[in-house]
């Protein structure tokens, strides 16, 4: 996943932070590579990475940086999908010990709430761990 950042400190030779705006889904529906046409993400909050500098990149320059698309995916896989599957889970496995449809439905919900903490802790996690890479890949200037 490409996008547009700026760096705001060099920590090493190697080594920068950028600061880059989050971006939703719908960024790449745009091919800009910024969420700036989507009315929803137009005051997304910009987060301030490390990424490989490779490339040179001084203090204030805005560079195009890329990150590992396919970690991303299943990440995001991960966050949306959990809850639903464990609600139908939890739906089925009510239904299987012979519960009332209400209770079978309570169960779902459980799943689907279990779902959204695994999901939460999930994110956490990753966020604590800083696992999402980036490196510069151009300076525009």
Known sequence: MKQTARVVR????????????RSSACASAHNCGSCDHCSMMENAPE???KAENLCGAKVGDTVTVE???AKVLRVAAFLYLSPLILFFA???VGGAFKLSEGSAI??????????????FGLD?????????????????G
């Not at 309570?106 to 999901?119: H, I, K």
């Open 10 to 21: 060099i920590d090493s030779p190697t080594h920068a932070e950028v600061m880059v705006r």
């Open 47 to 49: 987060i301030i990475v």
């Open 67 to 69: 990150s590992s698309s």
């Open 90 to 92: 939890g739906y089925f």
């Open 106 to 119: 309570a169960a779902g919900v459980c799943g689907f709430a279990l779902g959204l903490l695994l999901s």
């Open 124 to 140: 956490r996690y990753h966020r604590s761990r800083k696992n999402l890479r980036f490196q510069i890949v151009s300076v525009e």
